[in-house]
DNA sequence: TGCCAGGCCGGGT
DNA sequence: ACCCGGCATGGC
């Protein structure tokens, strides 16, 4: 699957941002939310200067919320944030080096303590912005994975995840790439409703990729 | 127009 | 341990 998916579309140019904390600010921006949208409330907060930990602290929450709110749920994801950069500051300084120095297994358990960081924005976290070996599994992965029965329906965050990385050697760059394909892919011919499998370089529904 | 987007949390069973 | 509603904007 990664091996067609690569070859229909091409590298994918994972995760686009300038630096690790507009990375991490990225990923919480885009909780169930369109790119395009993040990429608005993100061009406001570099307007803003609050692309780094201080600069974003410095905003009042005003402002901060009229920043987020392209990217929708503009309250919360404002609140999360701020505390994203105060725990990214005072435990590491806002420097990824020092973050990134925590085993992964460990650090994932800390990201998942944060309100508002879940399983996918911690993996996505650690995969793109620290290059470490994890498999981020998003909503297309999974409903692409149980259209070619890869999983069963009810597979969870865990199941999916463990499925790629002991099939797929550890690889920071591969399973970058994969995610991104899945991604891709999903956005094309997988949505919720109305897959439009015809030309999917996986095949037609029902799939038989196996 | 309605549906959907690169989830997560809290309260209820 | 699940299940569900709430959270919000912008594009097609």
């Not at 290059?131 to 029965?149: C, K, L, N, S």
Request: hydrophobic share 40%; with cysteine.
């Amino acid at each position: 699957m990664y091996r067609r998916l690569a070859t229909a579309f091409g590298p994918q140019h994972w995760w686009p941002a300038d630096s690790a904390f507009e990375m991490m600010v990225g990923a919480i921006l885009t909780q169930a939310t369109n790119w395009h949208n993040v990429e608005q409330a993100i061009a406001r907060l570099r307007q803003a200067g609050a692309l780094s930990p201080r600069g974003l602290l410095a905003l009042t929450s005003a402002r901060l919320r009229r920043c987020v709110r392209p990217a929708g749920y503009f309250r919360q994801k404002a609140t999360r944030l701020r505390q994203y950069a105060r725990w990214y500051l005072r435990r590491f300084n806002g420097r990824p080096e020092r973050l990134f120095a925590v085993a992964w297994p460990h650090l994932r358990a800390q990201l998942l303590e944060l309100h508002g960081v879940g399983p996918e924005t911690a993996d996505s976290i650690l995969l793109y912005a620290g290059e470490q070996p994890v498999f981020v599994v998003d909503a297309y992965t999974q409903r692409i994975f149980r259209r070619h029965g890869l999983i069963d329906a009810t597979a969870d965050y865990d199941q999916t995840q463990r499925l790629v990385m002991q099939r797929l050697r550890p690889s920071a760059g591969r399973y970058k790439e994969f995610h991104a394909l899945l991604v891709a892919v999903g956005k094309r011919y997988c949505r919720r409703r109305d897959p439009h499998c015809e030309s999917c370089p996986l095949g037609s529904w029902p799939h038989t990729l196996r």
